[in-house]
């Protein structure tokens, strides 16, 4: 598996972005994914995650009802649809697979990681 994370980018708050996930091994299709957050001085925090069918997802508390994470196993690709932004968004958002079929809160069960791509929204 090796995971890129892009779509990132400078948006006003209130607005939108799309990121997305590939694995260009496209392997992932029988992991969980998860996207996961790091802010500047600030732990690594858990976004989303889906499981490898697509029928089961989590999120975090502060993203629920903004963000909706999906996947394509036909085109390797997880999205991750981000609405109404904050600056308290702003973040480098990392995908990961999961060391199982489902995807989790817990960043340790997830074995690959992307490079990240920076999200930042302004006020």
């Known amino acids: 598996v090796q995971l890129q994370a892009s779509g990132g980018g400078l948006v006003q708050a209130g607005g939108s972005l799309r990121l997305s996930c590939t694995d260009s091994?496209?392997?992932?299709?029988?992991?969980?994914v998860g996207w996961f957050r790091q802010a500047p001085g600030k732990e690594r925090e858990f976004v989303a995650a889906i499981s490898w069918r697509g029928d089961r997802t989590l999120y975090g508390d502060a993203v629920t009802g903004r963000f909706t994470i999906s996947r394509d196993n036909a085109k390797n690709t997880v999205a991750l649809e981000m609405n109404s932004l904050k600056p308290e968004d702003t973040a480098v958002y990392y995908c990961?697979?999961?060391?199982?079929?489902?995807?989790?809160?817990?960043?340790?069960?997830?074995?690959?990681w992307g490079q990240g791509t920076l999200v930042t929204v302004s006020s």
């Open positions: 091994r496209r392997t992932f299709s029988n992991n969980g």
């Open positions: 990961a697979a999961a060391r199982s079929p489902f995807g989790s809160r817990d960043g340790a069960d997830y074995r690959y």
